[in-house]
């Protein structure tokens, strides 16, 4: 909803700003067709590599302040929302919480993710699922993907 190019520069500006944190990489911005609740708006998406001493959790906690901060409201899973921020890989960590997953649970079903993450490492490996070349590969990727930025 509403700009969402600036909305996710100042999102990744505000994570930027985080103790313990330091953006390292962002990918192109890729605009889709909206996935789960397709009767919405498409979707604007990117990913960033980021550097902390922060745990899952802690990352997390901080995410969501900055969700809550930026007007963020959850009415409707996968529902129109002017942010979303996810942490889809944690380095090789594997999370199971119930309010964590890592890897996302989602992060190869996904061509919106898995094409930024692509972008900002083109060997990586996805923990317990493999390169993410193959699932790249495997499939039609830029089938209904824009590149925006």
Known sequence: MG?????????ISLIS???QVSVIKTA?????AAWGETQ???FINTAILVKTTLSASELLAEILNIENLMGRQRNKKWGPRLIDIDILLFGTHVVNQP??????????ERNF??????????TLLLPGKGKI???IH????????????
């Open 113 to 122: 993710v898995l094409l930024p993450l692509y972008d900002l490492n083109t």
């Open 133 to 135: 070349g193959n699932y």
């Open 99 to 108: 309010q964590l997953t890592i890897p996302h649970p989602y992060i190869t």
């Open 40 to 42: 919405q708006a498409d």
């Open 138 to 149: 495997s499939k039609n990727i830029n089938e209904g993907i824009i590149t925006v930025l």
């Open 17 to 19: 700003q985080l103790n």
């Open 3 to 11: 700009e969402s190019v600036a909305l996710i520069n100042q999102a």
């Open 28 to 32: 192109r911005f890729y605009q889709t």
